[in-house]
Each structure stands twice: as C-alpha cells, then as structure tokens.
C-alpha cells in the first residue's frame, strides 16, 4: 500500500516541523496552499521555507494550481458557491497533480501534504486531497499537533461522530444508511463548512 502524510504548520514552529518530517522520513514536502505566504507565520513563506527545507535535505514542492482550494470555476461549484470537493478530485488539474505524487512515490520519495490548519479534520489536504488518495488505495497519515499519525479511517470516524452522533440508535421510523453512506455524507458536510467561497475571503483556505 502506498503511503501520504499530511500536515498543518499551524501547529509547529519551524524547528519542530523539520524534526516531524525527519521523524517520518519524509523527502519532499507538497505545498498544497493556494496562496504560499503567511502574515503571522513568515517562517512557512514560499522563499524562505524552501531554502529551509532545502538545508535539511527535503524538497520543496509548489501544487497550488493542482492541489489548492481555491479553485473559482463555476464547474466546480456547488449550487451554493462554494468548491465542491467531488467535482473537483475528477478534474484534470487534480489528475495531473495525483500522477506526479505516483511518480515521485516509484522514485523513492516520501511526501507530505502541507497547508495552514492544525486540525486535519478543518483543512481540505484532508477532507478533499486525503479523501480522494484514501478512495484510491493510499494509507493516509495525518500529523497532529503532538507529532502523533491520525489515520483517515480514523478521520472518519471523527466526521461520524460529529454530524451522526447518535447513528447506533435504531429507529423503526427511519431508513437506516450503513457507515459507508453516512461517512460520505459526513464528508460533503464538513466540504460545505470549509469549502472556499470567493466573498469569504476572511477564512484561512492556505
């Protein structure tokens, strides 16, 4: 099974960023922000991150057109204007930037995913990009705050608990939908609470 990690650098200063990837081994990180600059956090700008990066011997990669979440194409959005994430993991921007991780992983390569939010659960490298490479066969790892691997299938566990708290009790009134169908709809729910809307440039989308 093929493996991605994701991470927040919210959650770290820049010294305890270097150890986690060195912790996991990683090689080259993916900057999947759409913008790569951070008023309060200037260590993780595109310039200067990168030549970090590069004196600890990991690569510095830029897929904001393939992996951003500001993606503004009306084909793209929901009917409520913002990115919906399904239609956008089945476009050719998505596709192109998902075989250069395939690339990269025949190489020898390990990568992260990185953008802003310390919480996986809060960012789209998750809830989209982790969503998708997890569909497809990937062991997705996401990194906490305390350096720990937060699995997707347990990232989805927390998704249930949160909209369907109560899905084990039984109801002769309801039909009952099985955990596959709940943790999509679990996903389409959190997609619509951090999915990027253009006039809501206020939210931290990375």
Same mark, same amino acid.
Do not use: L, V
């Given at each position: 099974m093929k493996n991605i990690y994701t991470i927040g650098y919210?959650?770290?200063k820049i010294d305890e960023f270097i150890s986690v990837l060195k912790k996991?081994?990683?090689a080259c990180v993916i900057d999947v922000r759409s913008l790569a600059y951070s008023?309060?956090?200037p260590d993780y700008n595109k310039e200067s991150f990168k030549q970090v990066l590069k &004196?600890?011997?990991i690569v510095y990669r830029n897929y904001s057109a393939?992996?951003?979440a500001r993606q503004t194409e009306m084909c793209y959005l929901s009917p409520r204007g913002y990115l919906d994430f399904s239609k956008y993991v089945k476009?050719?921007?998505f596709e192109a930037g998902y075989k250069k991780i395939l690339t990269g992983i025949d190489m020898g390569y390990t990568f992260v995913l990185m953008c802003a939010e310390t919480d996986p659960?809060?960012?789209h490298r998750s809830i989209m990009i982790g969503r998708e490479f997890y569909k497809r066969g990937f062991e997705v790892k996401n990194i906490l705050k &305390?350096?720990?691997?937060l699995l997707q299938g347990e990232l989805e566990e927390r998704l249930l608990d949160k909209y369907f708290s109560t899905r084990d009790q039984f109801s002769i009134f309801e039909v009952n939908k099985d955990d596959k169908q709940l943790i999509e709809e679990a996903y389409d729910l959190k997609n619509e609470e951090i999915g990027y809307k253009e006039e809501s440039e206020s939210i931290n989308y990375g």
């Open positions: 919210t959650a770290f996991y081994n990683i008023q309060h956090y &004196s600890n011997g393939e992996f951003g476009s050719d921007r659960m809060d960012c &305390s350096g720990d691997i």
